[in-house]
């Protein structure tokens, strides 16, 4: 069968030129999903791929991709990956930070990932102010691994190593980690948005193209949170697995941009490492 691809040159009947209102970006790779249905990964990679193109990042980005959902990133992307240990992405981009000085350096990271076998390295990488942009999506539990609980379940939350409910005396409470590592001067940008529903994808992708322009311009540490679903992991519909994203996720991890020193935050110490060579959009 031939699909026939309207021309956007061609005017419509009434002689009003047509207006594209969807286009792949080149970046991401034209494949089937292999995400369970109504993840919410594959938003965030359409909008992770819009800001690279806009702003001219693919030919210059060394993204790190580490152990969980997120390491499947690499096979969307037409751009140099590096696969990480489980938690360690922000030491292997601080790695390619040092020796390629003038890349465009990404990690995509899970909670499971970045908020528990990762802390010491996010938090030590923010500390530092590496310039390294931090793409954090959290959506609260291990969905990989079968649904145990994260460090961003929250309470109550039955999951398979909690299945009578997250219990904050035996469990503890959930960890704001976009607020513990926006205290650290270090960190040029630090914000959390959601894929609830359409505005709010359009906030999101703000905050993602702002915290690419932050290492453009030579600034410290970034990092956007993105509230996303696991329909699978949560038991339920891809449905009411929106509402409770914007119910009682978004109520225990409230939306916003937390902090932005823009270049004004910067490593203690100078890594003698220069703001990536190519041009600003």
Not at 62 to 90: S, T
Not at 159 to 165: A, F, H, I, K
Not at 175 to 183: G, K, V
Not at 254 to 281: F, L, N, Q, W, Y
Request: aromatic fraction near 6%; charged fraction near 15%; include cysteine.
């Amino acid at each position: 069968m031939t699909l026939h691809t309207p021309d956007p040159a061609a005017g419509h009947a009434s002689g009003a030129p047509a207006r594209l209102v969807y286009h792949r970006p080149d970046v991401l790779v034209d494949r089937s999903t292999h995400y369970c249905p109504g993840c919410g990964h594959g938003i965030i990679h359409r909008l992770l791929a819009e800001v690279m193109t806009e702003l001219d990042l693919p030919a210059h980005t060394i993204a790190v991709a580490p152990v969980g959902c997120a390491v499947f990133a690499y096979d969307y992307f037409k751009v140099d990956f590096v696969e990480a240990p489980h938690g360690r992405a922000p030491a292997v981009a601080t790695g390619i930070r040092r020796v390629r000085p003038e890349a465009f350096v990404l990690t995509y990271q899970g909670d499971g990932d970045l908020a528990a076998i990762g802390t010491a390295e996010i938090v030590h990488a923010a500390a530092r102010g590496e310039r390294i942009t931090a793409i954090f999506v959290n959506n609260g539990i291990y969905g990989m691994t079968g649904g145990q609980m994260a460090p961003t379940t929250l309470l109550g939350q039955r999951t398979t190593s909690s299945p009578s409910g997250r219990d904050a005396a035996l469990m503890g409470y959930p960890i704001r980690i976009t607020e513990m590592l926006a205290q650290l001067p270090g960190v040029s940008y630090a914000a959390r948005g959601t894929i609830a529903d359409v505005a709010s994808i359009g906030k999101l992708k703000a905050m993602i193209k702002r915290a690419c322009q932050v290492q453009i311009e030579g600034g410290g540490f970034a990092l956007v949170e993105a509230l996303s679903n696991c329909p699978v992991g949560w038991g339920m519909t891809p449905e009411q697995s929106i509402e409770h994203l914007k119910g009682p996720v978004v109520e225990a991890f409230p939306v916003g941009v937390i902090v932005d020193r823009g270049k004004s935050a910067m490593p203690a110490a100078d890594t003698g490492c220069p703001a990536p060579a190519h041009p600003e959009a």
